[in-house]
């Protein structure tokens, strides 16, 4: 979860980390630092609790130079945040350590290093590894032989920037369960745990596999593999513009992401279809043969993606014929299921480093022999460990919560469902239609995007504290993940539930301070919605309707509020309808003055337990 950039240039590299932690804000900003090796060969840190802004302040008052350095952006796992939990750690100003993931013995580690007399001054797992790396270099050896040793003492996930003042020209790297990527420059390097945070120095990357360890000078780069055998790994050239992690005209970067869905939308389209159909090599070049033999499909996420999946289910089943499981990675990966021959595996994900996510594809390899991710992030993890995969192609979200990565996984889960669907139940018709009603949805949203007025009911939120979210059929999911939204980034607590099972138990909290919103498509299901809001309104509840253009809801009453969305096929209504509810959450947002992008307690990348 958290972000860490490192570099080794001819250069003063602290503004270059610094500029590096700005860009990974996102995954995580409960406190950041910066550490670099001074002139003097001693290390010189910085390190300040809250957002990145609050560094930068302190290192304008008391600049830091030098041309070695490690930068940390935090998500608090072990230990509040404070300023002696913020990274970098630091021991006996001899080692230098940032760390994303969780060293989980490290309770075991710190009981072993405090009988050696080591002395800690945080509540943090990344201490241990400070410790444990200079004990090993106190043994003799180099630094690279140190962290070489000590990573062998860690249970858990971890990629490491490593510095030490006796070898103030170098800088050691590594990874394992958490990514890390090496920006490659001419005379420098750097690391960060993204490419955006080093597109402002570099486009050429190189993206270090599991167990790898990097061996790092201003002139020289060495990478070892997981059997300590020098290999060389590819460096790929982004593709990535500085402009494309930019805020632009926009307030806040979870608003340019909903703007941004009518382009991207069509990129996930484009070069995908030909002669109204889906072409099977979209998803791999062994897709046709795989999907030949598919015979049931497990979905496995998580969040978001987790409600992507959901709403492909009822796809596949009732669109398609093929049975569909769908499981959430952090239940699904701690029991023993039972996958039957000649299942398709479907793990989705944003960052394609959802550990989770990852680790439950992980132990189906030798229970599942068709694997595809749907991803957003080409250099993954999940994407280099799947045998089929389809990019999403949304490009960088930077908004934690999230908008345009989820719309897109939904169209690429309708094209699988075509895909496959066709060796099923879904005809050349049917196929033909969705397809063009998916060609059209980019301009469905234009013109939700521009004819809405969806912020003038976030005046009637400011003050609530619990709401309840409604659909029936394939827009339940979609309620859950408009509930999901709100409770992100307003903090106002909301649970979804389909509609006919509002009368199990939900209708006991309903009252003239518990707001309804409810999502209904011209679906044939919309008079039985009615009629769950109908019980609603009896019992004094104030309904927020988001309503096909096509569906009638006047005679709901006036304590139904109606928003008209426009008319699409009830089958692709799910991405139409939850760009409405991503709309309705940023406004009720702004209007309670929550920080949008950056709601507390969350991260973007989830890539810890």
Request: charged share 25%; hydrophobic share 40%.
């Amino acid at each position: 979860m958290c972000g860490i950039v490192g570099g080794v240039a001819e250069r003063n590299v602290a503004p270059i980390l610094l500029e590096g932690l700005r860009r990974l804000e996102y995954r995580g900003y409960d406190s950041a630092g910066v550490a670099v090796i001074n002139k003097d060969a001693g290390i010189d840190r910085q390190r300040k609790v809250g957002k990145v802004e609050n560094l930068s302040k302190a290192i304008e008052e008391n600049p830091l130079n030098g041309f070695v350095g490690i930068a940390h952006t935090r998500w608090a796992t072990h230990g509040v945040p404070s300023e002696p939990n913020a990274h970098p750690h630091v021991c006996n100003q001899s080692v230098a350590v940032v760390h994303n993931g969780i060293i989980e013995n490290h309770a075991e580690l710190r009981a072993q290093q405090t009988a050696k007399g080591y002395r800690f001054t945080s509540e943090t797992d990344t201490e241990v590894v400070a410790h444990q790396i200079e004990d090993y270099l106190k043994q003799g050896g180099d630094l690279l032989d140190a962290v070489n040793k000590a990573v062998l003492d860690f249970e858990g996930a971890y990629a490491l920037g490593v510095m030490s003042p006796s070898q103030p020209q170098r800088l050691i790297a590594t990874r394992s369960g958490s990514p890390l990527v090496i920006g490659v420059g001419f005379g420098e390097y750097f690391i960060a745990s993204d490419v955006a945070a080093l597109l402002p120095v570099t486009s050429r990357f190189i993206f270090l596999e599991e167990g790898d360890i990097a061996d790092i000078t201003k002139d020289s780069l060495q990478i070892y593999d997981k059997d300590d055998q020098l290999v060389e790994r590819e460096i790929s050239v982004s593709e990535l513009s500085v402009d494309a992690v930019s805020r632009g005209q926009y307030r806040h970067y979870m608003l340019k992401e909903i703007y941004e869905q009518p382009a991207v939308l069509l990129e996930v389209l484009e070069g995908r279809i030909f002669k109204d159909k889906v072409i099977d090599s979209a998803f791999g070049n062994d897709a046709a043969e795989v999907f030949d033999q598919v015979k049931q499909v497990q979905i496995i996420a998580c969040g978001t993606s987790f409600h992507a999946g959901m709403v492909a289910k009822y796809w596949l089943e009732s669109l398609a014929g093929i049975p569909c499981q769908v499981e959430v990675a952090s239940e699904f990966r701690y029991r023993s299921p039972v996958v039957v021959d000649n299942t398709l595996v479907v793990t989705i994900s944003q960052s394609g480093e959802t550990a989770d996510t990852l680790a439950a594809l992980r132990n189906l390899k030798d229970k599942a022999k068709f694997s595809l991710s749907i991803c957003n992030v080409p250099e993954s993890s999940l994407v280099r460990e799947s045998k089929l995969v389809m990019m999403t192609r949304a490009g960088p979200e930077i908004g934690v919560a999230s908008t345009k990565a989820f719309t897109t996984q939904l169209v690429a889960l309708m094209l699988l469902t075509l895909s496959l669907g066709r060796r099923f139940n879904i005809t050349e018709q049917t196929e033909k239609r969705l397809l063009d009603e998916l060609l059209q949805l980019p301009s469905k949203i234009e013109d939700l995007l521009a004819n809405n007025q969806i912020e003038a009911w976030s005046e009637d939120f400011k003050d609530t504290l619990n709401s309840l979210f409604l659909g029936r059929g394939v827009q339940y999911p979609i309620a859950m993940e408009g509930a999901l939204k709100l409770k992100e980034i307003s903090y106002i607590h909301a649970e979804a539930y389909a509609a006919g099972e509002l009368k199990h138990g939900p209708l006991a909290l309903v009252d003239p301070d518990m707001p309804i919103i409810a999502v209904a498509p011209k679906d044939g299901m919309e008079d039985k919605l009615k009629s769950n809001l109908q019980e609603v309104i009896a019992r004094k509840g104030k309904v927020y309707l988001f309503a096909d253009q096509q569906v009638d809801a006047k005679d709901l009453g006036e304590n139904c509020q109606i928003m008209k969305i426009p008319s699409v096929g009830p089958e692709i209504a799910p991405v139409l309808f939850a760009v409405a509810l991503q709309l309705f959450s940023y406004y009720v947002a702004v209007r309670k003055g929550t920080d949008v992008d950056q709601p507390r307690n969350l991260a973007k990348s989830v890539t810890v337990e």
